[in-house]
């Protein structure tokens, strides 16, 4: 028998689901490669898998180099030394790689947006929620 080279989380699910869900995580990441996608919605997907497979803090920014590439990964690799806790790595990677242009976009579009003759509240309210992340 071949041992894999994947180092299963240092945790024991409770579950049979949260280990599926963690196998799932590390063998199929979530990639974030930099500028060119969105570090919002990333952060949005990833945090919830992670949510899921119920990691703690520190088992998230564990795996984070298997989700990082290209540029990504580069920050990373400069970046990883001073960064030590979850909300620190969010913090930095939302201010390397969030766009400016991205929020002022939304934000237009969250000024100007109105309610169309055919949507429900709950459609509008859930399209304003949606730019305001």
Aim: glycine share 2%; net charge positive.
């Amino acid at each position: 028998m071949v041992a894999s080279s994947i180092i299963a989380p240092k945790f024991l699910p409770t579950s049979h689901l949260q280990q599926t869900i963690a196998d799932e995580i590390i063998k199929k990441p979530t990639y974030f490669r930099g500028s060119k996608d969105d570090v919002h919605d990333w952060l949005d997907k990833l945090e919830q898998r992670f949510r899921m497979a119920k990691w703690n803090d520190e088992e998230k920014l564990q795996y984070i180099p298997i989700h990082l590439q290209d540029d990504a990964y580069r920050w990373w690799s400069q970046a990883s030394t001073t960064i030590k806790s979850w909300s620190s790595f969010t913090a930095a990677v939302i201010k390397a790689f969030g766009s400016t242009k991205v929020q002022e976009l939304a934000f237009e579009q969250l000024k100007w947006y109105k309610q169309t003759v055919n949507q429900s509240i709950m459609q509008y309210y859930d399209k304003i929620i949606e730019l305001c992340k």
